[in-house]
């Protein structure tokens, strides 16, 4: 994998925004870090329209589409992999901030892949083939 993986599990709103939590605290976050971010649930509805945050160990870093607008929750979808990079250069941000960028080896769903096994007893299925008669 080409960079660390951020699994946000829960939310929680704000006045100022949806906040995604992630499973495991950020810490050391370094100018130009690559992280994949993937939303494991749902935001509600009313938050929809609200900018959004990660939460980290200095505090709620704001996340940026991939031309530096502000992203709003209603544009993020459950189990996709978004990746996104870290940035501190940016002056108009005092703890930096997430931006959504474009890397190929991420832009698929991440689906998780089920595997059906069945088995059957020919005892049983010869049985039963007998009663039937």
Known sequence: MCCDTIICSSTTT??????????????????????????ACN??????????????????IPVLCKY???????QLNKRVNYPISYGN?????????FVITSCSCLNRRSTPTTTAV???DSDTQV????SNK
Request: no cysteine; charged share 10%.
């Open 89 to 97: 250069q940016n002056t108009n941000y005092a703890k930096g901030q």
């Open 68 to 74: 530096g607008n502000t992203l709003y929750a209603n």
């Open 43 to 60: 935001i509600s509805a009313p938050t929809s329209n609200l900018p959004v945050f990660i939460q980290t160990a200095i505090g709620n």
């Open 127 to 130: 049985s039963s083939a007998k």
């Open 118 to 120: 069945t088995t059957t």
């Open 14 to 39: 704000t006045g100022t925004g949806v906040i995604l939590i992630p499973n495991r605290t950020i810490k050391n976050l370094t100018n130009l870090s690559d992280y994949r971010l993937v939303l």
